[in-house]
């Protein structure tokens, strides 16, 4: 199965900052996502990670909010932006191997 | 929106099979069914998936209708540590396409 890294795995924020999380896989991933999962929530798609362009967001995300990097095929990265009480939710990416999709082991964010 | 419908929640006795359903009636003739599950708000754990043949590994067995609008997950023997969310999503397999969640089945496995 293919590896998936995250970091931070949890961090608390002050309302008004932005934290950047950072997602590692290995090479048998070739698309990446990223996810949302508000507590007691089921996933929710935020954006396609496209390599060396502008990710794909899903309807109620924007770039502006939730800009997206991913500047070689393992890696990329989710900055959660001007952070409200809101935003606090576990984030999670992913990467589809072909045959199925992995998921790293999440980044818990609390907004205070 | 998501492809699958679930029950909420189901409670099995420890040591027993756990029957978890999914219907997926709206499926393609290239979509697969996958389950994944989520234990306390870990990252999702890849448990099994098929296309139209029942499927077996160490972890559960699959078995999906002969018209593929229904599949169940089945966990043989359920143990406490198999208390968590399990999620069926459909997708290509090699496809490469995004995924959406429905909001799974919580399964609380009782002693």
């Known amino acids: 199965s293919a590896v998936i890294s995250q970091k931070p795995s949890r961090d608390i924020c002050q309302r008004g900052t932005s934290l950047t999380i950072q997602c590692q896989v290995d090479s048998q991933v070739t698309m990446m996502f990223w996810y949302r999962q508000q507590p007691g929530q089921s996933l929710t798609l935020i954006a396609t990670a496209n390599q060396g362009s502008e990710a794909t967001y899903e309807s109620g995300f924007v770039i502006d909010k939730f800009p997206i990097s991913r500047p070689n095929l393992t890696f990329s990265t989710l900055t959660v932006s001007n952070m409200s009480p809101e935003d606090s939710s576990i984030y999670l990416c992913?990467?589809?191997?072909?045959?199925?999709?992995?998921f790293g082991e999440g980044s818990w964010l609390t907004v205070v | 929106d998501a492809k699958t419908t679930q029950p909420p929640s189901m409670d099995c006795a420890e040591g027993r099979a756990a029957n978890l359903p999914c219907n997926h009636s709206?499926?393609?003739?290239?979509?697969?069914v996958y389950w994944y599950r989520q234990i306390h708000s870990q990252g999702p754990q890849y448990i099994i998936h098929g296309l139209k043949n029942n499927e077996t590994n160490e972890m559960a067995s699959l078995i999906i209708t002969e018209d593929r609008k229904s599949s169940t997950l089945i966990l043989p023997h359920a143990t406490l540590r198999d208390t968590a969310v399990y999620y069926c999503?459909?997708?290509?397999?090699?496809?490469?396409?995004?995924?959406?969640f429905g909001t799974g089945t919580k399964l609380q496995v009782i002693p």
């Open positions: 709206t499926i393609s003739g290239n979509e697969y």
């Open positions: 992913s990467g589809d191997s072909g045959n199925t999709i992995y």
């Open positions: 999503i459909v997708r290509y397999s090699r496809g490469y396409q995004k995924v959406t």
